[in-house]
């Protein structure tokens, strides 16, 4: 019998890629949720797949989604970049709890076997070293400007671990750092640092930008990795409830990462540093031994290739809906 996996979030750019490789399985059904965006078609996938329309803030929407299922996979969030983490913090915590604790709520309720979900890494502390999970505690301070989503993410950590307790449903908290590659945000009102900087890169004619000295360093770990992970704690995790980290392992300044998207662009952009804007120098990158342990996962794709496959992608897709919109 196909094993019944939920993906919420399915429009969004982990949902997405979540999406668009499971169901090449023949051993599962995939069921995609989305609230706003339209559905998709996917090619060479090995069942069809069972499109719903939700709002997970509902408690009869999340009831009616989750009818069957066997696997959640929680990818659904209200997400953006930088600029709403200062200018809007609020919009990262109350859809969020309210989401995962209505999803929890019915997993337990309707027995689903395993409730996969995706954490963050914005409770560290920067390090020279790499992070483990017990890196961080709840005695320590989360930085002021993630507090909000910082502390929703342990929040929901937790109800992981209560709902495991009391049933037997098996959770997983994935801590993944900075996940790139195709169906990212590439606009720069929402994107994240990787994405951003692709779209300055392919639209730049003669310079691109660094705030500061773009000394800051970053995991950065390919979304076909991620698929990977989620691939792995399904197969392989043998406790009930687990927390993990997911990174390259390895860590990589701003300012090189710009010149290495730069040289993949095949552009001759002069890089300039705005040294107005503030450096933050921080380093956060993540050991995982943990899960390489138990559930025998290692990063696959290379930084320099995983550029190189996005930057592809980005001509491919992004680049071809701008001037279809032209």
């Known amino acids: 019998m196909k094993t019944k996996v939920l993906v919420c979030g399915a429009t969004g750019f982990i949902g997405r890629n979540m999406v668009e490789q499971l169901a090449r399985r023949p051993d599962l059904e995939i069921v995609a949720v989305r609230h706003n965006q339209p559905e998709y078609l996917v090619d060479s996938v090995a069942n069809p797949i069972v499109w719903h329309q939700a709002d997970l803030r509902s408690p009869s929407d999340v009831a009616r989604v989750t009818d069957g299922i066997d696997v959640i996979i929680q990818a659904a969030a209200t997400t953006s970049g930088a600029k709403d983490i200062v200018t809007r913090p609020y919009i990262h915590v ?58 929703t993410k342990i929040y929901i950590e937790k109800m992981l671990e209560f709902f495991s307790s009391i049933s037997e449903l098996k959770t997983t908290a994935i801590r993944h750092s900075n996940i790139y590659g195709p169906h990212d945000k590439f606009d720069l009102e929402r994107s994240h640092v990787f994405g951003a900087t692709v779209t300055k890169a392919m639209t730049a004619e003669r310079e691109i930008v660094v705030w500061g000295t773009g000394e800051e360093e970053r995991d950065l770990l390919h979304v076909d990795d991620l698929v990977r992970f989620v691939e792995a704690t399904m197969g392989n995790q043998r406790e009930k409830h687990r927390l993990y980290n997911c990174g390259s ?72 809906t701008a001037r279809k919109e032209k």
């Open 249 to 320: 392992g390895k860590k990589i300044s701003i300012k090189n990462l710009v010149e290495k998207i730069v040289a993949a662009s095949g552009k001759k952009l002069e890089i300039k540093h705005d040294f107005s804007q503030p450096t933050i120098k921080t380093s956060l990158f993540l050991d995982n031994t943990k899960a390489t342990n138990e559930i025998m996962w290692k990063p696959m794709v290379d930084l320099d290739e995983g550029i190189e496959r996005t930057v592809q992608w980005w001509k491919s897709n992004v680049d071809v």
């Open 94 to 151: 109350t859809d969020n709890a309210v989401m995962n604790s209505y999803l929890l709520r019915e997993a337990f309720q309707r027995k689903v076997k395993h409730f996969i979900f995706f954490s963050c890494t914005v409770m560290y502390h920067s390090s020279d070293t790499a992070l483990k999970e017990g890196d961080w505690d709840g005695s320590m301070a989360i930085h002021p400007r993630y507090f909000g989503v910082g502390n």
